[in-house]
């Protein structure tokens, strides 16, 4: 069974209302400017998650193997999740400003 289902759409951020658009690279599953998500997945990207909640951004952690992290954090169920974050992507890149701030104040 595949962990990874490739979903790179864009979509209207649920916390901030900011339109996203996919990411140049990889599939983005959070808004760039508030690292906000949504619980929608069991796997990325399968969206077999029966949850919807809001998933806050509590922490960014650096992993040497996948670079810095969002880790998510449902506000319904509180399912933690980690998601790696691209400051550079070419169209929409996450907000250093905000993961700056998350990383002070966690």
């Known amino acids: 069974m595949r962990k990874f289902t ?3 759409e ?4 649920s916390h901030c209302g900011k339109h996203v658009q996919p990411s ?3 599939c983005r599953n959070h808004c760039p400017q ?3 998500s949504v ?7 399968d969206r077999s998650a029966d949850c919807g909640g809001l998933m806050k951004p509590v922490a960014v952690l ?8 969002v880790v998510h954090r449902c506000l319904v169920c509180g399912t933690e999740k980690r998601n790696v ?3 550079e992507d070419e169209l929409q890149p996450d907000s250093m400003d905000t ?3 998350i990383m002070k104040n966690g």
Do not use: E, T
């Open 34 to 36: 508030c690292l906000y």
């Open 62 to 69: 650096y992993n040497p193997k996948k670079g810095y992290q």
């Open 10 to 13: 864009g979509f209207v951020c």
């Open 85 to 87: 974050l691209d400051f």
């Open 39 to 45: 619980h929608l997945d069991d796997n990325p990207g």
């Open 6 to 8: 490739d979903i790179n």
């Open 99 to 101: 993961a700056l701030a």
């Open 24 to 26: 140049a690279k990889s």
